[in-house]
Every structure is written in structure tokens, then in C-alpha cells.
């Protein structure tokens, strides 16, 4: 491992989300999310599974904070089910308490175990009632306003020890694969085999102006009402994998990888940090890319004071000499696993998508921080499946020497990024504390350090990359 050069209070952790470990959807109160009902359609998850128990973590989070601790981790990022909050999600509707002191008593737990909190507003779990009511993330003014009522109440009930606000996870998520797409809830999109609603070409950009929107507003309540006395920090969580030119000798493919680029990431980037949309989405899209209104551009313009990236992988871009199509998202060009002379970006894993390459993550990482001028970084989520991993023995599963492997490339290209790369990265949260409900792939494919039986009471079990991950932060933070 590199030399210690991280900043002595670096923030280390882990990373899971609600709808993927908590279970109990009926408990106390909660009422359905749209994953709940997205779940109960059939065909849209791997083996007809939902989140009805996940890794129980409703009435097991001692044991995940138990976990935490063992690991040494001193962050804990996990998000908040508005349903179990505000059951029917509306700013008129009833707060649960129960379900409100459910997240108090983590919170506590966690503090009283010296690991730092860091709360995700919103990953993807929306309260399905509001969608059925008004259409959802679709209905700007609705939606706005019902979110920072909801960013609010969460403010008032815990931010005199929550010190880390993410508002949103992976806004691209929640516009493109759910309503374009149509893998993720609620399914929206253009083939109606897939759905009965839906407009791929459309849809998706005006769900994420209304993200970003959302996002602002609640950002707003927390520095006007809350940050004076609570002094926390609040930003947005953006997905983005790496790109290299299929072949660099083409200036078309060079210049496609800036696209796909600004089409995933800098779509929500350049209006917080620069307050317009990237011109190669504006050049593409034309008027299905809402304009900004003033008031809304000035909500987004320099919400975040710090920007939380998620990132797994990379891919190689080849540019299309084709017009774009009308549901085209990703800047009209090809993402692939190999490039022109044939080589792999990187090893295969349990997950079509992701192929690990840790040079990939320093540069990006260096990307994010020249576009945007010096962010202060949070990586909020970092971490791999492997390939076949549930079919193994339970020795070999223990021994997931891939996952312990890609933790340590991925957390010296990060030192190297902050070291030789002048990025401020001040935190980094593996992906995932335990294995969990992995959305459309529901448990065939496993993220966790922590190996969890769901045949034997959710037992959970740690792997070997738990019990490494603490050992390369040991090596690279200055004592
Ligand atoms: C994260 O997203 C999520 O935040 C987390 O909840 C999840 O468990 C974790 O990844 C592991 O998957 O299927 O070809 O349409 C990571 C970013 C972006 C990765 C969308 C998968 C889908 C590609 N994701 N991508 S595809």
C-alpha cells in the first residue's frame, strides 16, 4: 500500500439503503414504496423476490451496528424509508413516529458506538401513494413540495446528531431506469411490453429537473432552518462509471467519452455547480430537456457542499455515425466491455454491467474534481459482486478474495487521486455493509462484505474482505 496520506479524521465506512435491508414493509405503521408495489408485478424481479424481509434489519440493527464496529468502520451510510416516516408521503399527511423512532434509535445505537452517521434521504424508495396520487418524481410542483416537507420533519427529528445529509441517491437511476427503461420503479417506459405507460423520450429528463429541483429545495430548509444551529453538511449522491475511447486513435470516440460522461454525470453536476445543463445534452435532446426557470435555477445553483460519488466501474465508448435516437440517453454511442484490439476493460463479476478497473476511479475522480472546481468529495459507494459468488461453498464464500482485492486497488487509486491528483476526497463508504435485496436481481447477486443466510434467519456472517478493508485504511490514514 501506498504511504499515509489520508487526512487523519478520513471517514470510512460502509453503505446500505432501506428498501435493500430492512424488511418489516408492514411494521409500525409503514405503508407501501414503490419498490413494494414494483415488486409484486410479475416479471420484474430476478426470481420473484421483494424486500418483504431482506436482512430483517428493522429488528436486527444492533447487529448491523455490532457489525460496523468489528469492522472498525467509523461512518455508517444508510438511508431513510419516507414510507415508514410519512406513511402516505404528503406534506397534509400524518407523521409516524414509530416508524421516525426507528431511525433515532440507529442513529443512537450508532452513536453510542463513536461510528458517524450519514443519512440518504431518498434512495429511490418513494411512497407509492404519491405516485398514484399525482404521478410522482412527474409532478414537479407536488412532488417539490412534498419532499422538502419530508426533508424537514427528518431535519427536526435527527439533525442534532446526523452531521451528513445526502439528499438524493443516484438521481440517473430514478429517471433512467425508472422511466426509461423501465428495470427499476415504477417501470415506466416507451415498450409496451414492458409497460402500459410511459414516454421514454421524455419522461426521464423532466424527472430529473424535478430531482434536482427537489433537491435544492430541501437543501434550502436545511442551511436556512437547521445548518445555522446544527452545523452539518448536505450534497447529492451522483452515480458514473469510467470511460476510455474504444479507440483512442479516433478523435470521435475521445470525444464521445466526454459525452457519455456529461450525459450521466454532469447532468446533474453542471446545474449544481455551474447552473445549466451540459450543450451536448441541450444539442441532442433540444426541447424534450426542460429550460431552467430563474427561481428553480436558483434553488440547484450551489446546493451542495459536497458531492457524494458512487462508482463501480468503467466501460470503452464508441462513438455512432447514426442520428440519435429519440429514447437514446446515453449521448448516442456505443458502452462496451472491450476495445478495438479486443481487450477487457476488466474481470467479469456477478453484475453484466460491471467490470472493475481501478485507474478508472482516479481518474474519474479527478474529472469530477477539475469540471466542478475542487469539490470536497464523499465516495458514498464503492464495491463489486462476483462472478457466481451464491452458487459457492460457504468456505469459498468467506474467502472472497476478488472483493478484497478490488476494495484495495479501488482504495489505493483514491489515495492517488487525493495524493498526486490534488482531489479533496474526504470520505469513502463501501458498498455494501452486508449483502442485500439487489433491486431487479434480487438475491442471486450478492454486494456485502458481510455474508448474510437468508435460508437461516438473515444470519449474518463476515467475509474476509470485511476484515481487510480496515487494514488498507490503517495503512494509508496518518495516525
Ligand atoms: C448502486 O448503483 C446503488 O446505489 C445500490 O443501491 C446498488 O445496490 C449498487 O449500485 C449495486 O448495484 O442494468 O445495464 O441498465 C450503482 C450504479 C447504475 C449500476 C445503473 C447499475 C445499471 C446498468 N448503477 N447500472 S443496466
Redo the contacts with the bound molecule.
Keep these: 500500500m501506498p504511504e499515509k496520506v489520508l487526512p487523519r479524521d478520513f471517514l470510512w465506512g460502509f453503505a446500505t439503503?432501506s428498501y435493500?435491508i430492512e424488511g418489516a414493509p408492514y411494521e409500525d405503521g409503514r405503508a407501501d414504496s414503490i419498490w413494494d408495489t414494483f415488486c409484486r408485478i410479475p416479471g420484474k424481479i430476478a426470481g420473484a423476490e421483494n424486500g418483504d424481509v431482506a436482512c430483517d434489519s428493522y429488528h436486527r440493527y444492533k447487529e448491523d451496528v455490532a457489525l460496523l464496529k468489528q469492522c472498525r468502520a467509523r461512518a455508517y451510510r444508510f438511508s431513510l424509508s419516507w414510507s415508514r416516516i410519512i406513511p402516505l408521503g404528503g406534506r397534509n399527511d400524518p407523521i409516524n413516529e414509530k416508524g421516525l423512532q426507528y431511525y433515532i434509535d440507529l442513529v443512537d445505537e450508532l452513536l453510542k458506538n463513536d461510528i458517524v452517521p450519514m443519512v440518504t434521504l431518498f434512495?429511490?424508495d418513494l411512497p407509492d401513494n404519491l405516485d398514484k396520487r399525482y404521478g410522482g418524481l412527474l409532478n414537479k410542483k407536488e412532488f417539490v413540495a412534498d419532499y422538502e416537507h419530508y426533508s424537514r420533519v427528518v431535519f427536526k427529528a435527527l439533525g442534532d446528531k446526523v452531521k451528513y445529509w445526502i439528499t438524493f441517491?443516484?438521481p440517473?437511476?430514478s429517471s433512467?431506469?425508472g422511466y426509461n427503461?423501465g428495470?427499476f420503479a415504477p417501470g415506466h417506459t416507451s415498450d409496451r411490453s414492458k409497460s402500459a405507460v410511459g414516454d421514454s423520450s421524455r419522461e426521464p429528463w423532466q424527472v430529473g429537473h424535478n430531482l434536482l429541483v427537489a433537491h435544492g429545495a430541501a437543501v434550502k430548509v436545511y442551511r436556512e432552518e437547521f445548518k445555522p444551529k446544527q452545523g452539518g453538511q448536505i450534497g447529492i449522491t451522483l452515480?458514473g462509471d469510467w470511460v476510455e475511447p474504444w479507440d483512442p486513435e479516433d478523435p470521435a470516440d475521445v470525444e464521445a467519452c466526454e459525452r457519455k460522461l456529461e450525459f450521466s454525470i454532469a447532468w446533474f453536476s453542471d446545474p449544481i455547480y455551474h447552473g445549466d445543463y451540459p450543450a451536448s445534452m441541450r444539442k441532442q435532446l433540444g426541447d424534450r430537456l426542460p429550460k431552467w426557470d430563474p427561481e428553480d435555477i436558483a434553488l440547484v445553483k450551489g446546493s451542495n457542499d459536497f458531492y457524494g460519488m458512487?462508482h463501480?466501474c468503467a466501460n470503452y465508448i464508441k462513438h455512432k455515425n447514426t442520428e440519435a435516437e429519440p429514447d437514446d440517453f446515453i449521448g448516442n454511442l456505443e458502452s462496451l466491455m472491450e476495445n478495438k484490439k479486443g481487450e477487457s476493460i476488466g474481470p467479469e463479476t456477478q453484475?453484466?454491467?460491471?467490470r472493475p478497473n481501478a485507474l478508472g476511479f482516479r481518474k474519474l475522480l479527478k474529472w469530477i474534481s477539475d469540471r466542478n472546481g475542487r469539490p470536497t468529495i464523499y465516495v458514498t459507494?464503492n464495491?463489486t459482486?462476483l462472478k457466481g459468488e451464491n452458487d459457492m461453498s460457504m468456505e469459498e464464500i468467506l474467502k472472497d478474495d476478488f472483493r478484497a482485492w478490488y476494495f484495495k486497488t479501488y482504495i489505493e487509486a483514491m489515495v492517488d487521486a487525493s495524493s498526486k491528483d490534488n482531489v479533496d476526497v474526504r470520505g469513502y463508504m463501501a458498498?455494501?455493509l452486508m449483502d442485500?435485496f439487489?433491486?431487479?436481481e434480487g438475491y442471486e447477486?450478492r454486494?456485502g462484505v458481510t455474508y448474510v443466510d437468508y435460508t437461516n434467519g438473515q444470519k449474518r456472517v463476515p467475509k474476509k474482505s470485511a476484515k481487510e478493508i480496515g487494514d488498507y485504511f490503517a495503512a494509508v490514514i496518518k495516525d
Design positions: 439503503a435493500q434512495h429511490w441517491n443516484e440517473w437511476c433512467i431506469l427503461t428495470l452515480n458512487n463501480y453484475s453484466v454491467w460491471l459507494e464495491g459482486s458498498w455494501s442485500n439487489e433491486w431487479a447477486t454486494f
